[in-house]
C-alpha cells in the first residue's frame, strides 16, 4: 500500500503510517529498528530496494531523506516536505517513508526525522553516496547508534579512507569493510589449519581499491608484518598471500564466485568467494549494533592513529 503526502507534516506522516497499518491489518509495530537512508534522487531506488530486502531479515521503518534542488516553478515556491509512505509487500516487512525536503525544510533533515523514529529501538543511518567526512558529527549521524557509508562511492576512495580514520567514531563503519567478511574468514581458517608464522603478506586488487587496502592494514596490524600492496586486473580483491617457512599460503580469486585456497603440503581447495549483493552486507551490519573494533584497527592501522600494539593483540 501507498499513501502520497504533499506539502505535509510530521505529525500527518506519522497518522498516513497507523492508518496503512489498518488498512492491511496489522496495526502492532513489529519492527526492531530505525533505518534512515541518506541519499540523492539517483540513488534512492536502490537504495530503498536493498533496505527492503534486507528488512526481510531485521523488519524496520525505513526512513529515507533525499534534499531535492529547485528545478520547476512548483519546487521555487519555498520550504515543502513530500512524502511516500510504504506499507506492506510495498515496503518489504517493515514500513518505508521516502520524504523528499525541499527549500530551508532540507538543511534540518534531523527535524524531520526525529518525531518518526521507532520509540526505544537503535537508529542506524546510512549514506549511499555523499558520507559527509566525519559521520558522528553529522545532524543525523549523531541520532544513530550505527552509521554506515561506503568508500567504494567516493571519487577518491583512499583519501576518503584517511578522512575517515582521522574522524573515526565507536559506531562508525563502512561497507568496504564489510565486503572483506569471507576474505577475513578465510584467512583465519587458513591459518588455523597451517599453525605456522607468517613471514610476509600481499594483498592483490584492482588500483585504488578501498576494501584491499582496509585488509592490508588489518593483515598488517594482525600479523606485525609489512604486506606488499599489488595491482591486478580486478575486480576488487583478487589475491591474498601470506608468505611462511613452509611454503605459501594463498587464496585466489581472479574473477566469478570461486576461489582457490593453496596451503603448504595440501592440494588445492575450491570455495565460494563470491561478491555480495548491498542487501546482503546491509543485513550484515545490521545484525551487531556495537562498535566494530576490527574496523576501528584496520582503518587506523596505517595512518598513525591506531592505539598501541598490545591494544589491537587485545582487540
Keep these: 500500500m501507498k499513501i502520497d503526502l504533499t506539502d505535509t ?42 533496505a527492503e530486502e534486507a528488512s526481510r531479515e531485521h523488519p524496520s521503518r525505513t526512513l529515507v531523506v533525499i534534499k531535492r534542488t529547485a528545478r520547476t516553478p512548483r519546487d521555487r515556491q519555498g520550504t515543502r516536505l513530500d512524502a ?16 523528499r525536503l525541499y527549500g530551508e525544510v532540507s538543511h534540518h533533515a534531523a527535524s524531520v526525522v526525529l518525531p518518526l523514529l ?23 549521524g549523531a541520532l544513530a547508534a550505527r552509521r ?17 580514520a582521522v574522524s573515526y567514531t565507536p559506531g562508525d563503519t563502512d561497507l568496504a569493510w564489510t565486503r572483506l567478511t569471507p576474505w577475513r574468514s578465510m584467512l583465519a581458517a587458513a591459518l588455523d589449519q597451517a599453525r605456522v608464522e607468517v613471514t610476509s603478506a600481499a594483498v592483490e586488487s584492482e588500483a585504488g581499491n578501498p576494501s ?81 573494533e576490527m574496523y576501528a584497527v584496520a582503518l587506523q592501522a596505517g595512518t598513525g592513529t591506531s592505539d598501541s600494539k598490545e591494544s589491537v593483540q587485545h582487540a
Design 9 to 50: 507534516t510530521a505529525s500527518k506522516i506519522n497518522k498516513a503510517l497507523v492508518q496503512g497499518r489498518r488498512a492491511i491489518g496489522t496495526p502492532a509495530v513489529g519492527m526492531v529498528l530505525t533505518m534512515v537512508i541518506v541519499t540523492d534522487e539517483e540513488n534512492a531506488y536502490d537504495a530503498v530496494k536493498a
Design 118 to 140: 521507532l520509540p526505544d529501538a537503535p537508529v542506524v543511518v546510512w549514506w549511499p553516496v555523499d558520507a559527509p567526512d566525519e559521520p558522528a558529527k553529522d545532524p543525523l
Design 148 to 164: 554506515i557509508t561506503d568508500l567504494y562511492a567516493d571519487a577518491d576512495a583512499l583519501d576518503a579512507l584517511d578522512r575517515r
Design 212 to 292: 584491499a587496502e582496509l585488509l592490508a592494514r588489518w593483515l598488517g596490524a594482525r600479523l606485525g608484518v609489512p604486506v606488499e600492496r599489488v595491482v591486478s586486473a580486478g575486480p576488487v580483491v583478487t589475491a591474498v598471500r601470506l608468505g611462511t617457512a613452509n611454503g605459501e599460503i594463498r587464496i585466489d580469486r581472479p574473477d566469478g564466485p570461486l576461489a582457490t585456497l593453496t596451503l603448504p603440503g595440501q592440494p588445492e581447495r575450491t570455495l565460494a568467494l563470491k561478491v555480495r549483493t548491498t542487501a546482503e552486507l546491509i543485513a550484515e551490519e545490521l545484525r551487531r549494533l556495537d562498535a566494530d
Design 84 to 99: 511516500e509512505v510504504r506499507v506492506g509487500s510495498d515496503a518489504g516487512t517493515g514500513e518505508t517513508v521516502i520524504l
